[in-house]
C-alpha cells in the first residue's frame, strides 16, 4: 500500500501516483493560544480526514508575540484573528526591532508543538510548518496601511526592521527543521498588484524571502503560497519551491496556465467557498475539474487558502475520498 511520503514523492517526481494527493489544512481559533491544544487539534485533524501531509497552522501572532504584539479571536470564518496591539508606529520603531532567538517564549512554544505533533504523527506523514515572510510579519507588527506608507517615505528604515525579521526567521526556520519537519509552508501576502509592484517586491519583499528561506532550501516538500489576487507569478522564478499555492480560482493564472511556466508541483483546485457554504457534488465537481485540468500529474488537490472554520464535515470528508479521481484522456 502506498503512503502518504511515496505518494507525495512520486507526485514531485513527474512520475503518475496512485491516486492524486490531498490535503487541506485550517486555523483552529482559541485552540491556537496553547501549544498542547493546537498540537492535539492538528493531529484530531489528522486522524480524521488522513490527508496526504499535514501543515501546521499556528496563528499568525506565533512569530510576532515576542515583539510585544497582541490580537483576539472574534469569530472570522478563516480562523484569524484581528490584532489589537501593534508595535510599529512611527517609522523610527524599525529600528527599534530586537533580533529574537528561537528560544523566545512563543517561537520556543511553536518549536515544542511540532515535537508534540511529530511524536504523534505516523511516521510516514509528512509535515509543514507554516513561517510568514518578513513583508507579512511586518504587517502585522504596523498594520498594512502603516507598513505601505512608510515603506514609501521611509523606506531604509523600514528596510532595516525587515532585516531584522528576516534574520530572527532564518534562525526560526533552522530551528524548526530540527524538530524533524519535512518542509515549509511559507506564505508571502504582498506580492499583489494591488499593493506592490513587482520591482517593489524585488527590493522590500524578495532579499528578505532569500535570507529567511536559506536553512530550508534542501528541503523536500517546501511549499510557497502566493496570497491573494493579481500575485507576481513570475517570482517563482527566483525561487527553489517544488510546490506552489495560490488563489488559483479567484485569480489568474489557472492551473492550467501555470503548467506551461511552472515545471514544478501545482496545489489547489477548490474555492475556499464552495468547502463552506457548498455541498459534496459541487466539490467533487471542481475536484474533476482541476484533474483535468492538471492532467492529475504534478497536482496537489487543496484549496486556495485555509479552510474556513464553518466548512462542514461532509464536504471534507468528500475531499478525503477524491483523491480516486483520474484524469480523463
Given at each position: 500500500m502506498t503512503t502518504h511520503r511515496e505518494r507525495l514523492q512520486a507526485c514531485l517526481a513527474g512520475e503518475q501516483p496512485d491516486r492524486t494527493p490531498v490535503a487541506l489544512w485550517r486555523h483552529?481559533?482559541?485552540?491556537?493560544?496553547?501549544?498542547?491544544?493546537?498540537?492535539?487539534?492538528?493531529?484530531?485533524?489528522?486522524?480524521?480526514?488522513?490527508?496526504?501531509?499535514?501543515?501546521?497552522?499556528?496563528?499568525?501572532?506565533?512569530?510576532?508575540?515576542?515583539?510585544?504584539?497582541?490580537?483576539?479571536?472574534?469569530?472570522?470564518?478563516?480562523?484569524t484573528r484581528r490584532y489589537?496591539?501593534?508595535?510599529?508606529t512611527g517609522p523610527r520603531d524599525w529600528s527599534l526591532l530586537p533580533e529574537l532567538d528561537p528560544t523566545s517564549r512563543h517561537l520556543a512554544a511553536q518549536l515544542e508543538c511540532l515535537r508534540l505533533i511529530k511524536k504523534g504523527l505516523a511516521p510516514e506523514t509528512p509535515f509543514i510548518q507554516t513561517i510568514f515572510s518578513p513583508l507579512a510579519q511586518a504587517k502585522n507588527l504596523a498594520g498594512n496601511e502603516t507598513l505601505l506608507s512608510h515603506l514609501r517615505l521611509y523606506p531604509e528604515e523600514v528596510l532595516r526592521g525587515?532585516?531584522?525579521?528576516?534574520?530572527?526567521?532564518?534562525?526560526?526556520?533552522?530551528?524548526?527543521?530540527?524538530?524533524?519537519?519535512?518542509?515549509?509552508?511559507?506564505?508571502?501576502?504582498?506580492?499583489?498588484?494591488?499593493?506592490?509592484?513587482?520591482?517593489?517586491?524585488?527590493?522590500?519583499?524578495?532579499?528578505?524571502?532569500?535570507e529567511a528561506l536559506e536553512p530550508a532550501n534542501g528541503s523536500w516538500l517546501n511549499v510557497l503560497h502566493l496570497h491573494g489576487k493579481d500575485v507576481h507569478f513570475p517570482l517563482l522564478s527566483s525561487f527553489f519551491f517544488p510546490v506552489v499555492n495560490w488563489h488559483d480560482r479567484e485569480t489568474p493564472p489557472t492551473l492550467a496556465e501555470a503548467r506551461k511556466t511552472f515545471q514544478g508541483v501545482t496545489c489547489g483546485g477548490l474555492r475556499q467557498d464552495t468547502l463552506a457554504l457548498g455541498n459534496p457534488a459541487q466539490v467533487k465537481e471542481e475536484a474533476e475539474d482541476a484533474i483535468q485540468q492538471t492532467r492529475g500529474r504534478k497536482?496537489?488537490?487543496?484549496?486556495?487558502?485555509?479552510?474556513?472554520?464553518?466548512?462542514?464535515?461532509?464536504?471534507?470528508?468528500?475531499?478525503?475520498?477524491?483523491?480516486?479521481?483520474?484524469?480523463?484522456?
Open positions: 483552529f481559533p482559541v485552540d491556537d493560544q496553547s501549544l498542547e491544544t493546537l498540537a492535539a487539534a492538528t493531529l484530531h485533524w489528522q486522524r480524521v480526514y488522513d490527508f496526504d501531509f499535514v501543515k501546521v497552522t499556528p496563528a499568525s501572532s506565533f512569530c510576532l508575540k515576542d515583539w510585544g504584539v497582541d490580537d483576539v479571536w472574534e469569530g472570522h470564518t478563516e480562523g489589537v496591539k501593534r508595535v510599529i525587515l532585516d531584522v525579521i528576516a534574520r530572527t526567521t532564518r534562525k526560526f526556520v533552522a530551528a524548526a527543521l530540527e524538530t524533524g519537519i519535512d518542509g515549509i509552508f511559507y506564505a508571502i501576502q504582498h506580492a499583489q498588484a494591488s499593493l506592490l509592484s513587482l520591482e517593489e517586491y524585488k527590493t522590500f519583499g524578495l532579499p528578505f524571502d532569500q497536482f496537489i488537490l487543496s484549496t486556495g487558502c485555509v479552510v474556513p472554520v464553518i466548512a462542514p464535515h461532509g464536504n471534507l470528508h468528500a475531499v478525503a475520498q477524491i483523491g480516486n479521481l483520474r484524469y480523463k484522456e
